[in-house]
């Protein structure tokens, strides 16, 4: 199994910053890609960004010039900072991972527990 625990989410006024990280735990596994979803109240799950082990990156539009995802492989770590937040930027945000993992040979994906993101003054 791999575990993936997130943390930095909390309250941040218009205009502000905040930065998540998501690190992942686990035995005979490598992680392809990390990413991150949100999800608004009434609204699907979207990606927010995405960053693979070569460190390519992909970001939704509503992002892109304000979040920057980033990742490190030796900790096994995504991070994403997010700046110029404005309320339509407010979700719980999960962390997935697509991983190999070594004992079943196959791909699987994680998700994380999901961490709150509020934009409010």
């Known amino acids: 199994q791999v575990q993936l625990v997130e943390s930095g989410g909390g309250l941040v006024q218009p205009g502000g910053s905040l930065r998540l990280s998501c690190a992942a735990s686990g035995r005979s596994f490598s992680i392809n890609v990390m990413g991150w979803y949100r999800q608004a109240p009434g609204r699907e799950r979207e990606l927010v960004a995405s960053?693979?082990?070569?460190?390519?990156?992909n970001y939704a539009d509503s992002v892109k010039g304000r979040f920057t995802i980033s990742r490190d492989n030796a900790k096994n770590t995504v991070y994403l900072q997010m700046n110029s937040l404005n309320p339509e930027d407010t979700a719980v945000y999960y962390c997935h991972a697509e991983v190999f993992r070594y004992d079943s040979q196959g791909r699987h994906d994680y998700w994380g527990q999901g961490t709150q993101v509020t934009v409010s003054s």
């Open positions: 960053i693979t082990s070569g460190g390519n990156t």
